[in-house]
T-cell receptor
Framework: DAKTTQPPSMDCAEGRAANLPCNHS???????VYWYRQIHSQGPQYIIH???NNETNEMASLIITEDRKSSTLILPHATLRDTAVYYC????????FGTGTSLTVIP | NAGVTQTPKFRILKIGQSMTLQCAQD?????MYWYRQDPGMGLKLIYY???????DKGEVPNGYNVSRSTTEDFPLRLELAAPSQTSVYFC?????????????FGPGTRLTVT
């Protein structure tokens, strides 16, 4: 089954862009990459998903490389409320929540 | 919409006791899921359901049972509680739309078995 590799932790200054990378171990042609976040042991919250092209919604932007082997979640203006664990869900394995990246936004 | 609701929020069980964790959703989603999350770890899938009357095992099903008699409800049953089942349990639901499955999660049930 597909897995992902994410840095265990990152810091970001408040108001700056947070760029969270993710490597996908396998490629599946018609499967989406999903991103979720979990704030302080609450239930995970869906953020965004994408297939091949870059995507943007009110929460974040998602950039997917052409070979689909990696993606980057961008929070354009990080706030303290964005401090959370961010999970990248690999294409073809929608149930895989690894340990994610713990993002700390610093005042 | 209330989204996904879970009861109880907290529970302490003694070894060998049984209990049912309740999960309900009001979004008319066909797909429902149960995950557990141990401290400092990611989520692991216990069971899932693709519709009423259909359930299937996930990664860590041992010690648990589920049923799906209606679209809205997906209870998780622990028959003989063990300390290894101390965890936070999350229920989620999703609908298949355009080939995508965004999952919506409940607030979780924090279970301690002593």
């Amino acid at each position: 089954d597909a897995k992902t590799t994410q840095p265990p932790s990152m810091d970001c200054a408040e108001g700056r862009a947070a760029n969270l990378p993710c490597n996908h171990s396998t490629i599946s042609g018609n499967e989406y990459v999903y991103w979720y976040r979990q704030i302080h042991s609450q239930g995970p919250q869906y953020i965004i998903h994408g297939l091949k092209n870059n995507e943007t919604n009110e929460m974040a932007s998602l950039i997917i490389t052409e070979d689909r082997k990696s993606s980057t979640l961008i929070l354009p203006h990080a706030t303290l409320r964005d401090t959370a664990v961010y999970y990248c869900i690999p294409p073809g394995n929608q149930f895989y929540f690894g340990t994610g990246t713990s993002l700390t936004v610093i005042p | 919409n209330a989204g996904v609701t879970q009861t109880p929020k907290f529970r302490i069980l003694k070894i060998g006791q049984s209990m049912t964790l309740q999960c309900a959703q009001d979004m008319n989603h066909n797909y429902m899921y149960w995950y557990r999350q141990d401290p400092g770890m990611g989520l692991k899938l216990i069971y899932y359901s693709v519709g009423a009357g259909i359930t299937d095992k996930g990664e860590v099903p041992n010690g648990y049972n589920v049923s799906r008699s209606t679209t809205e409800d997906f209870p998780l049953r622990l028959e003989l509680a063990a300390p290894s089942q101390t965890s936070v349990y999350f229920c989620a639901s999703s609908a298949l739309r355009g080939g995508t499955y965004e999952q919506y999660f409940g607030p979780g049930t924090r279970l301690t078995v002593t």
